[in-house]
């Protein structure tokens, strides 16, 4: 694979690689090759992919132990919690008794003592009054499975994508937009706008490959596309990636060549419910992995208090063009004013 770049007297082993910059509104226009009917189908495509009726919540570093973490999926209430053992418990968010939110709670042992009228809740419960909820950690994100949200076949733990096996150099930011999660999966399923509406991080861009416009299966449903993350106005790191759906609220950037081969950017999308002005609301949970075969790389590890604001800055610059993208086709599609 030879990504095309005009190399001017660089190293070629550098991740770093020089390019000649060309002015934004000379890039080769993508609208043509951006077909409407293709981001239609791929979408579709990747909501008929089952989830377990699973959903991401927040990093899994963002739960801790002593206190409770309140959350919302699907117009649900929901508490998460750790106990001495440091293990993920999920339920309901409101106190079965008058509904004080257990986010409040106080965690002793694997319980939540309500602080209003001190009813204790917790894993073994299994009545009517309240049930926990299944919850899993991967070790980088925490997630809930609400079976009464996604009413389909219920697995014992989420549908992932590839991941690198070594999961420690990672960063997760939580962003909230105005949209469905469909408008979050459908901006991520038209690559090409990336270098015309993120000049700041991607240049030399080119899809390289894309799925049927019917019969899109398993085998052919991917995105492939050469891009350079952009460093500089001149430099920058040229990787080919792939995009895949491994559920219907996931999508998930690889890189398959180039620097940090085995990378991925998870980008997950939770339904929250409406927000006070009824429309819907969607929490974009992305988590970027990285690897890479550069011995230099364990410094990475030990950098780590350093190098993951710096990996949620990038992200969360990137969501919020992106989530104004989302929020437009919502606009748009729904017809709200």
Sequence with gaps: MSIRLELVNWPEKSP??????????????????????LIAAALRWSQQRPSGNWYVVAASDAIGRGRPYG?????????LWRDEA??????????????????????ENNALICRWHGMRVGPED????????????????????????GAETPTDAPILGERPADTTVHAVTRLIGVCEPRDIIA????????????????ARLEVTRTPPKADI????HRFELDVTFRVTRSLGVPVRAEFSCPDPRTIVMRIVEGEGAGSVVETHATPLGP??????????????????????????????????PMMNRAATRLWRDDLAYAERRYLLRTHQS
Excluded at 16 to 37: H, I, N, V
Aim: charged share 20%; net charge positive.
């Design 217 to 220: 299966t398993e085998e052919n």
């Design 275 to 308: 927000g006070p002005d009824g429309r819907a609301r969607t929490a974009v949970v992305e988590t970027t992995i990285a690897t890479s075969a550069r011995p230099g790389f364990r410094h990475a590890r030990r950098a780590l208090p350093l190098v993951r």
């Design 187 to 202: 901006n991520r399923l038209d690559p090409w706008h990336g270098s015309w509406f993120h000049p700041y991080s991607f």
């Design 126 to 149: 299994n009545a009517s009054r309240w049930c926990p909820y299944p919850s899993h950690d991967d070790g980088v994100l925490a997630w809930v499975r609400v079976d009464s949200a």
């Design 16 to 37: 770093l690689q020089r390019f000649t910059p060309e002015k934004w509104s000379r890039q080769q226009p993508t609208y043509r090759d951006a077909d409407p009917g």
């Design 86 to 107: 440091g293990t993920l418990h999920a339920g309901p968010g409101a106190c079965p008794h008058l509904g004080a939110p257990l986010a409040t709670a106080q965690v």
């Design 71 to 79: 959350a919302k999926v699907a117009g649900r209430e929901i508490v």
